[in-house]
């Protein structure tokens, strides 16, 4: 918080950046600027539980809606990225870093938290996946595939269904091949069916998945827990290739500078050397943390589903940006480029917009990439 210029914080609405807040308010002798941003469409709204947190502390707190007009600044973002950037939250980190520097000149964040205090469901996934498959083969062939095949691939990635199908398809393979499972977008044996024979052959058998695994097997061999493995492979890929990617280019792109607590390399240290069941107990996330919120912040944000900074780009291609999304993807330009099978692409294209399936992370890393080509290559 030492700053010779005004300051203030971004707040989600989330128990790390509430944490954060809490933290500042106690510190500082006025209230603390606090941004938010939200959607119209209510499963991805943040903003109603932000402001418990600003209403508890008393803050300065000012808010945006994103609407899908906001891919309007698309084209300026893939500049500032440069590179076919997949993460749809890159959207409501701009609008928000725009937002905050209209008052202030550095925010900060609660990035780092789940990294350093496990706070991403897959941890509780992964540990359950380690007892459940300690059931017999026979069993879970016989009872878990069948069930997983009945919930319908149109359930929302994110929903309890959504998970609870990844979770069934994902639980009897290797730990290694689990993680990639689901943080992956498509499927790893679903890849090869979407490529080109040219783009297959050009690989040559390469898949960027190889170089997770051998991630993975680096941070393995020091011998941690199982949780502690999956943390520590997200400090060293998820968080500094994805998620502190996102957050400094869209503040630098806004003259904002973004200061993480949780990322003080101290905090970092304390953090990896708790035991596991500091982190995660039973299906608890954040067990600590959690337990030091109690006194900071109101009982809603504790107890609430973490959700995740995503903009709902799938409805969005669904409804006012389907016919931008068809363009787009399946413009002759587009297909040119030989890099998928005209007819496995449009089968992707029309699952998701016609609502057979939830595809739109998938969609979105394309849509990403064929802008990157229009920008960068073209």
Request: aromatic share 8%; with cysteine.
């Amino acid at each position: 918080m030492i700053a010779d210029v005004p300051l203030g914080a971004l707040l989600s609405g989330g128990l790390d950046s509430g944490i954060v807040v809490a933290l500042m308010s106690r510190l500082s002798d006025r209230p603390v600027k606090t941004f938010s941003v939200g959607f119209e469409e209510q499963r991805f709204n943040e903003l109603p539980d932000a402001r418990l947190v600003a209403e508890r502390y008393g803050t300065e707190h000012h808010e945006l809606i994103v609407r899908p007009n906001a891919l309007e600044v698309l084209p300026t973002l893939v500049r500032h990225y440069g590179e076919p950037y997949a993460d749809s939250s890159a959207i409501p980190t701009y609008y928000v870093a725009r937002l905050t520097r209209e008052h202030v000149t550095v925010a900060l964040t609660g990035d780092g938290g789940d990294e350093c205090l496990a706070g991403y469901e897959r941890y509780a996934a992964g540990l359950a996946a380690d007892r459940y498959a300690r059931i017999p083969a026979a069993a879970r062939r016989l009872v878990m595939d069948p069930l997983a095949r009945l919930i319908p691939r149109s359930a929302p990635r994110r929903s309890r269904l959504g998970q609870a199908r990844r979770f069934l398809q994902m639980a009897g393979k290797s730990a290694p091949q689990r993680y990639l499972g689901w943080v992956g977008y498509l499927p790893t044996d679903g890849k090869p069916s979407l490529y080109s024979p040219e783009f297959r052959e050009h690989l040559g058998g390469y898949r960027a998945e190889h170089w997770l695994l051998d991630q993975w097997q680096q941070v393995a061999r020091g011998g941690l827990e199982p949780l502690d493995t999956m943390l520590a492979l997200d400090v060293e890929t998820y968080l500094p290739n994805d998620l502190l990617v996102k957050m400094d280019i869209a503040t630098m792109a806004s003259s904002l500078e973004a200061r993480s607590p949780f990322l003080d390399h101290k905090v970092m240290e304390f953090c990896a050397a708790l035991r596991s069941g500091y982190k995660v107990s039973g299906t608890r996330l954040k067990h600590l943390l959690r337990n030091v919120g109690a006194e900071l912040l109101p009982k809603e944000t504790l107890s609430r589903r973490k959700s995740g900074f995503v903009a709902p780009v799938g409805d969005w291609m669904r409804g006012e940006l389907r016919g931008w999304t068809e363009d787009l993807l399946l413009s002759p330009r587009a297909l040119k480029r030989g890099y998928f099978q005209p007819e496995a692409l449009r089968q992707l294209v029309d699952g998701h917009l016609e609502g057979r399936e939830d595809r739109a992370f998938e969609l979105w890393a394309l849509l990403w990439l064929e802008l990157w080509h229009q920008e960068f290559v073209d």
